[in-house]
């Protein structure tokens, strides 16, 4: 049975191979990382991991019974109150995806975000009850 694990040195591998798996998929909706991307791939993990410890954000996985990834999620256990995400503005299928699950746009989104595409800012105020686990 997957299970979801909070983000920890370990996933690294796992979550490379995940990310190189899926490299053409999601370069379909967003300019392609690039190679430097996956050549620097662990200091974006350690990265990662030092902004979790800080408690400035919190990062999820899904992991598989073999040890792969299946994905990677956000939980709201962490006392956050805001969830934000961007997506280009040709991402139409993310913008009703982010719609669906009650999040509306707040403003322009930098570029830079989002592999050299304009696109927008989402946000969704979390309620009392959200996101239970």
Known sequence: MPELQRLQASHAPAVLAFE??????????????????????????????AEQEAGLGAFYVLV?????????????????????????????ASQKVLAKAGFHPVGPADPAHLG???GTWYQRVLATGDFQG
Do not use: C, V
């Open 116 to 118: 050299g595409k304009p």
């Open 20 to 49: 190189l798996a899926n490299r053409a998929w999601f370069a379909a909706f967003i300019s392609d990382r690039g190679d430097e991307f996956f050549g620097q791939f662990a200091e974006r993990h350690n990265a990662l991991l």
């Open 64 to 92: 598989a019974e073999d040890g792969s990834i299946l994905g990677q999620l956000a939980l709201a256990r962490h006392g956050l109150h805001t969830l934000r995400a961007a997506t280009s503005s040709q991402h139409i």
